[in-house]
């Protein structure tokens, strides 16, 4: 199994719809976890860690299963400016690096 | 002004040539990361360093070097580039080996 691994999608969605990402993980021993948002040509930025059963910030909503070693990242009302590459970042099996996701691609439509 | 830099942002060079990427930080962090990316792929990692003079191999190591002179700094060379060098290269910094990263802006290297 890989370390990560993510639908890359692209998952293309009307403004206002919700639309959720999930993400699976092969080292159980994991602690934390990211959601890295990308826009095209640009840095990987932190969009949201998650460190226990989930975080919800504005729109967004970081939900982990550990029984099932998956995270998932829920993202309600799309706006247009949503548009971009949801990377999932898990620590990898020796836990001493993170690694990254390939990324999931959304585009909202008006 | 910005907390992770890199220079040059963008750099177009020949089969052959030397090449070096240099980061800058002044978050204060001791771990310092090199990863490349390539359209459609994941950002893959190339070499990291937890410390001054720490040098650690990453996934995708072969033809590339990097030297950590001092804590902000962690520069990448490329010692004979080579068209599949071509990349999106970029720089992230941490404090904690399991803690979010930050990343610089990137480099766009291309060799021809």
């Known amino acids: 199994r890989k370390e990560v691994e993510q639908d890359p999608g692209p998952f293309n969605v009307p403004e206002g719809a919700t639309v959720a990402f999930n993400c699976t993980y092969s080292n159980s021993a994991s602690q934390s976890f990211f959601w890295y948002r990308q826009d095209c040509r640009k840095e990987p930025k932190l969009l949201m860690s998650?460190?226990?059963s989930g975080n919800e910030d504005g729109r967004f909503t970081a939900q982990l299963n550990r029984a099932s070693q998956y995270i998932s990242l829920l993202i309600r009302d799309s706006k247009l400016s949503d548009s971009a590459t949801y990377l999932c970042v898990v620590p990898n099996n020796a836990g001493n690096m993170l690694t990254f996701g390939g990324g999931t691609r959304l585009m909202v439509k008006p | 002004d910005a907390d992770v830099t890199q220079t040059p942002r963008n750099r177009i060079t020949k089969t052959g040539k030397r090449i070096m990427l240099e980061c800058s930080q002044t978050?204060?962090?001791?771990?310092m990361y090199w990863y490349r990316q390539d359209p459609g792929l994941g950002l893959r990692l190339i070499y990291y360093?937890?410390?001054?003079?720490?040098?650690n191999k990453g996934e995708i190591s072969d033809g590339y070097s990097v030297s950590r002179q001092a804590q902000a700094k962690f520069s990448l060379s490329l010692e004979s580039a080579i068209p599949n060098q071509t990349a999106l290269y970029f720089c992230?910094?941490?404090?904690?080996?399991?803690?979010?990263?930050?990343f610089g802006p990137g480099t766009r290297l291309t060799v021809l």
């Open positions: 998650v460190y226990s």
């Open positions: 978050k204060g962090h001791d771990r």
């Open positions: 992230a910094t941490s404090d904690l080996p399991s803690r979010e990263q930050f």
């Open positions: 360093s937890f410390d001054v003079k720490d040098i």
